[in-house]
């Protein structure tokens, strides 16, 4: 079973990804350590810091692949506009990055200090008091989190209204295909 995260970025960066044209997540060319805890089917809460609020927890992705990106490949994700912001890689010089399919916005977002009552199976304190930088591990025995986050964020609300939606339209659909 694979691991979770909590990742801090920049707003920026979760703008361009629920946008939909990003779907890399590159971590500092200085980042010697690797990623290997996650993988194929993780899930990474993101977050960013707004002012007079702190870190926020706006949306989640669904890991594809983790790996080193040697600049060459680099650049050429970068040209697809792929990358926010992209980092200067000489050559051989390489980052850590998470490659996702799809960002999902919440549709409300959580401040860290309304996480209060989230705890890891391990954690001596709740999640509203953790300092988050960079990328913050969640085993995957303590998945609870990631639903907590979720419901503070309204996502079961959202999910419910879109398959009231996608039931409408399919009732259509069929009306008019009965026709």
Same mark, same amino acid.
């Given at each position: 079973?694979?691991?979770?995260?909590?990742?801090?970025?920049?707003?920026?960066?979760?703008?361009?990804?629920?946008?939909?044209?990003?779907?890399?997540? $590159? &971590?500092? @060319?200085r980042r010697k350590k690797g990623i290997r805890s996650l993988g194929p089917g993780s899930i990474v809460l993101v977050a960013c810091r707004k002012e007079?609020?702190?870190a926020v927890i706006t949306g989640e992705l669904l890991v594809k692949e983790v790996r080193k990106l040697y600049s060459g490949t680099y650049r050429r994700l970068a040209r697809k506009g792929l990358i926010y912001e992209p980092q200067e890689l000489k050559p051989?010089?390489?980052?850590?990055?998470?490659?996702?399919? $799809? &960002?999902? @916005?919440?549709?409300?977002e959580v401040p860290q200090s309304?996480?209060?009552?989230?705890?890891?199976?391990t954690s001596h304190k709740p999640l509203s008091e953790w300092l988050l930088i960079g990328?913050?591990?969640?085993?995957?025995?303590?998945?609870?989190?990631?639903?907590?986050?979720?419901?503070?964020?309204?996502?079961?609300?959202?999910?419910?209204?879109?398959?009231?939606?996608?039931?409408?339209?399919?009732?259509?659909?069929?009306?008019?295909?009965?026709?």
């Open positions: 079973m694979q691991d979770h995260a909590i990742a801090l970025t920049s707003c920026g960066w979760v703008e361009a990804a629920a946008s939909g044209r990003v779907k890399v997540l $590159d &971590f500092p @060319k007079g609020i702190g051989r010089e390489y980052v850590w990055a998470i490659i996702f399919e $799809d &960002f999902i @916005k919440y549709p409300r309304e996480l209060s009552d989230v705890r890891t199976s990328l913050t591990y969640i085993k995957s025995e303590d998945s609870h989190v990631i639903d907590k986050v979720r419901s503070k964020a309204g996502v079961l609300g959202y999910l419910m209204r879109k398959l009231r939606e996608l039931e409408s339209r399919l009732d259509q659909l069929q009306g008019l295909l009965r026709r």
